[in-house]
């Protein structure tokens, strides 16, 4: 229950809280929400697939903010990697929260920036460099249930809120891991109601 409930719970307030630190990126947001549904429209499926900056956002917050940002993996046979044998049954720690924080990958990873996944920018990178649900064939089978979650969730709050935080820069956050990642402090946002 943890990977359906949790992850998307604490994905959506990531971003809330990536949303309210950029008020361009919230004010974009809110266009493209009016633009798409207006004040009072029902959120369908249809309508969540035209949400192509919202896409982005979510990438760019959950890339800085991974939820799960560690994956345990065991190899099934002997293997060799950059000439280090690695014998059958090695358990191997994945973080992706390095990962998406590497400057190796990302230039500047700690700057907020949703153009990284426009198509060309990602058409740039490595496949495997943005692992939010794993990638290959073990990665979750909920990742597109969970993404039009959290757009469903952020379609409506950000209709009817605006969101804030005190938060100034992303090296702010101190984070820890419990089931999940997390700040230190808890998502500390504010809402005020739209007019």
Not at 124 to 146: D, E, T, V
Not at 179 to 189: A, C, K, N, Q, S
Request: net charge positive; with cysteine; hydrophobic share 35%.
């Amino acid at each position: 229950m943890a990977a359906g409930s949790e992850t998307t719970a604490t994905s959506t307030s990531f971003c809330l809280l990536g949303i309210g630190m950029y008020p361009e990126v919230q004010a974009k947001l809110y266009d493209e929400l009016m633009d798409t549904f207006g004040e009072d429209s029902d959120v369908t499926w249809k309508d969540l697939t035209r949400l192509k900056y919202m896409d982005r956002v979510i990438k760019e917050c959950l890339r800085i903010f991974t939820p799960a940002p560690i994956l345990s993996r065991r190899t099934t046979g002997d293997i060799n990697i950059e000439g280090i044998d690695v014998p059958s049954n090695t358990n191997f720690i994945l973080n992706y929260n390095y990962l998406h924080r590497n400057p190796k990958y990302w230039k500047d990873p700690l700057k907020f920036d949703p153009d990284r996944f426009l198509p060309e920018e990602v058409a740039k990178r490595h496949p495997y460099s943005y692992l939010l649900f794993s990638g290959g064939p073990r990665s979750c089978i909920g990742s597109k249930f969970a993404e039009m979650n959290i757009k469903t969730l952020l379609s409506v709050i950000l209709r009817k809120f605006e969101i804030k935080t005190e938060y100034k820069s992303i090296e702010d956050i101190k984070l820890k891991i419990n089931v999940v990642l997390r700040p230190t402090t808890g998502f500390m946002i504010s809402v005020k109601p739209r007019k």
